[in-house]
């Protein structure tokens, strides 16, 4: 018999039925909150046994609908106690369980000197294993890559309660296939994930940030590639469009001018010497732009601050809110946009674009108050989905697709895909209990 701490308390029940998507809450029949992977692969078998399914939460930050259950007879299994973390310095090797926020693993290796490079910009308020299970990527990932890249061994329980360890603490694995890449981005779908070890590269980077008001996207997206092809590759690129910037015109640094749009970036180096370099460089090609260069960290924050709070103010223009993660090729995205605007201006939706310009990542938004206003922009969305494949881009690059892209996932990538990924669901979790109703 199982003797993990599970909760029936409804208050703390509800916590666990919502995550940050526009998906329906689905309170759970109990929560479990296991500190080890042994009870992990405990609350697994005792699942099949008592024969109920789990949902996988790692902190609920998700915009997909990943962590809710699926229906009211599910248990969730929380990994929130499995909080340790432990970094190697001398190998540049960092271990953290599953449940160990994102910030303070970061933190814990820059206090060693270290650099833990992925940064998706809700470090703060997810996890390890979340992150890992939605192969999270964020602002750094052109430069520096996503979790996918850092990740070198994980321990895993699988859906008949097995623990298995995969991958190797080396900067170089080829021994036998890579379950440790396909584990990450399965959504919890394969197996529940419980600790982990990434690569770590050298700390001590230099830094500094770049505001840039453009009259256009289209004289965005060109400035920026003017930047790229003259060899500044920027640590971060977000850009945010005018719409954007009306939602956070209260935190900007400068007047946000009509239907003007910001390119931010943050520029790095390992020596002052090149970050000097690469800021002469920028201010030759940015001859006649509009731009403030930070000369500290308040500066910086302050040039950050209305992109930091971008979630928040959404969420007062309407309570919920729908974020999407589009991905293309840079030449689509002025197109892109004026499909958005076009789209959206016809019938009468509020949205706004930004995103990391860096990989093409367009967070198109939304927000609504209730199922019927919901349902209009669902459509909408769906449309602009569309769009998106049809122009070669993908639907997903870094969210997931969880319970609210199910649909959209077929249309990008095939029936055939689908069904080879089923096969494989069907030998990590043969009962099809963990994580149920997500992805498929
Ligand atoms: C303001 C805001 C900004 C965001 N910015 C970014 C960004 O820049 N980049 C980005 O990639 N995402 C971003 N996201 C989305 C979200 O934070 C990520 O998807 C994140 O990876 C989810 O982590 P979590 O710990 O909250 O996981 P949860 O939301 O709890 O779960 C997400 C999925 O992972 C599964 N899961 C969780 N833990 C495990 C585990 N240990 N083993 C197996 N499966 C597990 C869940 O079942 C679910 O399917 C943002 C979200 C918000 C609200």
Redesign the pocket.
């Known amino acids: 018999m199982c003797a993990i701490e599970c909760i029936y308390d409804i208050e703390i029940r509800k916590q666990y039925s919502k ?2 998507s526009s998906c329906k809450a689905v309170i759970p029949k109990g929560v479990f909150f296991p500190k080890t992977t042994l009870e992990v692969s405990e609350i697994v078998k005792k699942s099949l046994n008592d024969n109920f399914n789990i ?9 997909n609908g ?2 809710i259950p699926q229906d009211s007879e599910e248990f969730v299994i929380s ?1 929130q106690k499995m909080d340790k973390v432990e970094i190697l310095e001398h190998d540049f090797i960092g271990r953290a369980q ?1 449940g160990v926020n994102t910030l303070y693993f970061q933190q814990k290796c820059e206090e060693k000197g270290l650099f833990f490079p992925p940064d ?3 470090a703060d ?3 390890i ?6 192969s ?4 750094r990932g052109y430069k520096y890559g996503t979790f996918r890249d850092y990740v070198i061994k994980i321990t ?1 329980v699988d859906g008949k309660g097995n623990i298995i360890t995969t991958g190797c603490e080396t900067f170089k694995w080829v021994t036998g296939y890579d379950f440790v890449r396909l584990l990450t981005g399965s ?2 779908t394969l ?4 600790e982990a070890s990434f690569k770590l590269i050298p700390g001590n980077i230099v830094k500094t940030s770049i505001y840039i008001n453009f009259e256009s996207m289209d004289i965005l997206v060109a400035g920026f590639l003017k930047l790229m092809k003259n060899s500044i590759i920027p640590s971060n690129a977000e850009f945010m469009d005018s719409y954007t910037l009306n939602v956070i015109k209260e935190y900007l640094p400068c007047e946000h001018k009509n239907n003007g749009c910001v390119l931010l970036l943050e520029i790095d180096s390992y020596s002052y010497e090149n970050l000097e370099n690469d800021l002469k460089k920028f201010k030759k090609l940015a001859q006649g732009w509009d731009y403030i260069i930070s000369d500290n960290e308040e500066v910086s924050h302050n040039l950050w601050k209305g992109r930091k709070r971008l ?1 928040t103010e959404l969420e007062k223009v309407k309570p919920n809110v729908f ?1 999407e993660d589009f991905v293309l090729l840079y030449s689509k995205i002025p197109d892109f946009i004026r499909f958005t605007e076009e789209i959206c201006n016809k019938n009468n939706i509020f949205f706004c674009n930004f995103g990391h310009i860096i990989d093409g990542n367009i967070h198109f938004s939304s927000v609504y108050e209730n199922d019927e206003e919901k349902r209009h922009i669902e459509k909408i969305i769906y449309k602009i989905s569309e769009y998106v494949i049809s122009n070669g881009g993908t639907i997903s690059g ?3 697709i ?1 319970k609210y892209k199910r649909e959209l996932m077929i249309k990008e990538i095939g029936q055939k895909n689908v069904d080879i990924m089923q096969s494989v669901k069907k030998v990590f979790d043969p009962h099809n209990i963990l ?1 149920k109703g ?1 992805i498929f």
């Open positions: 995550d940050k949902s996988i939460w790692g902190a609920g930050s998700g915009v990943g962590a990994l599953c998706p910009a809700s308020i997810s996890s294993g979340g992150n890992l299970a939605c999270a990527g964020g602002m895993f959504e919890g197996g529940i994930i419980t979630r974020s870094e969210h997931g969880g994580n997500k």
